[in-house]
């Protein structure tokens, strides 16, 4: 069966400090991937996303994920995290044939500690 | 303009109450979803609307019953709600209606089933 997978439940850090929220698919060949941002009471916000091509892609606020066809993984990365990012983070898989569909991970909740 | 409305913010009713929750984009796309999403969960699709018309429905009870009037509107008539119901209801669009298109979110309406 399809599925994501997003270990951490919840990730605290510190302002400043660098970042990396994991993320794990099993698709029978490689999905689009999507990483989105939810802020409390808002929608979601993409992030960034892959399709094929070059392995690191570059999104939106100064992330970035590397696509990892070995790990069937799509890490989201942050260098420096602002006290701004506190959100939960999605990460979501679709194929080609299911018509918009998408299947989100559960979720890690980051805080960030001034 | 990347901005999809939703109308109303808050909704309370009772479980014999009929309402209704709009959504509206201006960006020309041909698809719109809603999708439902628990605290603390990701989000759950509900129904998507591609080129006006209904292309996935993941089962969802009858007494949720979408309408798409035109490719800029979107709604979701409630009637006869149980309390269980009571959720973030995102609507979102976008290009085609296919996986590999980024999704734009609305706030959400926050119902609330008494």
């Known amino acids: 069966a399809q599925s994501v997978t997003q270990p951490d439940i919840h990730i605290t850090v510190s302002e400043g400090a660098s970042l990396e929220l994991r993320c794990n698919y099993s698709?029978?060949?490689?999905?689009?991937l999507f990483w989105y941002v939810q802020s409390p009471g808002q929608g979601l916000q993409l992030l960034l996303k892959?399709?094929?091509?070059?392995?690191l892609v570059q999104g939106i606020k100064g992330f970035e994920a590397e696509f990892k066809r070995s790990q069937s993984s799509f890490n989201l990365r942050r260098p420096s995290v602002h006290w701004s990012d506190a959100a939960e983070y999605f990460c979501a898989a679709g194929c080609y044939n299911q018509g918009g569909k998408l299947i989100f991970g559960q979720g890690t909740e980051l805080s960030v500690k001034p | 303009d990347t901005e999809v409305t939703q109308t109303p913010k808050h909704l309370v009713m009772g479980m014999t109450n009929k309402k209704s929750l709009k959504c509206e984009q201006h960006?020309?796309?041909?698809?719109m979803y809603w999708y439902k999403q628990k605290a603390k969960k990701p989000p759950e699709l509900m129904f998507v609307?591609?080129?006006?018309?209904?292309?996935i429905n993941e089962s969802v009870p009858s007494r949720f019953s979408p309408e798409c009037p035109n490719s800029s509107l979107l709604n979701l008539h409630l009637h006869a709600l149980q309390p269980e119901d009571s959720a973030l209801y995102l609507c979102?669009?976008?290009?085609?209606?296919?996986?590999?298109?980024?999704?734009?979110f609305g706030p959400g309406t926050r119902l609330l089933v008494l």
């Open positions: 979102a669009s976008s290009e085609r209606g296919t996986s590999a298109e980024t999704q734009y």
């Open positions: 698709y029978g060949a490689t999905p689009y």
């Open positions: 892959y399709f094929s091509g070059d392995t």
């Open positions: 609307y591609s080129y006006e018309k209904l292309s």
């Open positions: 960006m020309g796309h041909r698809a």
